[in-house]
């Protein structure tokens, strides 16, 4: 008499890369593609709802989309009002998280890799909905990270920069292990405490090349309070460069 052994067949989790378009959500992506431990079931960008751009990045929607397509990946987009409130982003985000789960989603993977506050805000955000937070480059040395990068061919440039360690010439460059070097010993190699942010526009995970070319670049000022080493609130305006890159 024949014996069969019956096996369920269970289907790797799906999860939700959350895509700004930089180096490091990319990077993210590759390292959850490589353990093959994953569904990706789609790239996740915030906008503005006026702007159609993403936040910091000040990359269009248009540009977002063809990555997208290149990768081979669908890309979910929520808009952000215009007010841009925090009670807003919690808004959008609750509902994205919502649809997340109708589609069987069990993760969302976040590119973070060392600031411990951000990391800690994204798990209470999921936290109540029932998904879970993955963040793969976690703890990563930040310069053997971009070495990483580059050696295995993507090509990414700086689309904003701050003023305090960028020139406008810098910005709209692709991003190499010798630009880094010119900028001062206060800007980590990933940009990780947000002194710039980048563009991928190449890389073994596309099927093909996004044709970028810098219109022009652009500067914005922006007003925020933060808290002094006194325990007082203060007042603080910084510069920031944007490649208009289309």
Not at 37 to 51: A, K, N, R, W
Not at 159 to 175: D, S
Not at 203 to 210: D, E, V, Y
Request: proline share 3%; with cysteine; aromatic share 10%.
């Amino acid at each position: 008499m024949s014996h069969f052994c019956y096996y369920k067949l269970v289907s790797n989790p799906k999860v939700a890369i959350s895509w700004s378009g930089g180096k490091d959500a990319m990077m993210a992506l590759h390292q959850i593609k490589e353990s093959t431990d994953y569904e990706i079931h789609h790239l996740h960008t915030v906008i503005g709802e006026s702007t159609q751009r993403v936040g910091m990045h000040g990359i269009h929607k248009s540009l977002i989309q063809k990555q997208a397509d290149s990768l081979g990946i669908p890309v979910i987009f929520s808009e952000l009002p215009a007010d841009e409130s925090h009670n807003s982003y919690e808004k959008v985000m609750e509902a994205y998280c919502k649809k997340c789960i109708q589609n069987g989603i069990s993760a969302i993977v976040f590119g973070d890799i060392f600031l411990e506050d951000l990391k800690k805000y994204r798990e209470k955000q999921l936290a109540s909905t029932g998904l879970k937070a993955l963040f793969p480059l976690w703890k990563n040395d930040t310069t053997e990270q971009l070495h990483d990068f580059l050696s295995l061919g993507y090509q990414t440039k700086i689309c904003a920069g701050n003023a305090q360690y960028f020139n406008k010439v810098q910005v709209g460059q692709t991003l190499s292990a010798d630009l880094i070097k010119q900028l001062t010993i206060h800007v980590d190699p990933c940009g990780e405490n947000g002194e710039f942010h980048t563009f991928v526009y190449g890389g073994p995970l596309f099927s093909k090349p996004i044709n970028v070319v810098l219109k022009e670049v652009q500067s914005h000022f922006y007003q925020y309070k933060i808290e002094n080493e006194a325990g007082e609130i203060e007042e603080v305006k910084s510069e920031f460069y944007f490649a208009d890159l289309v």
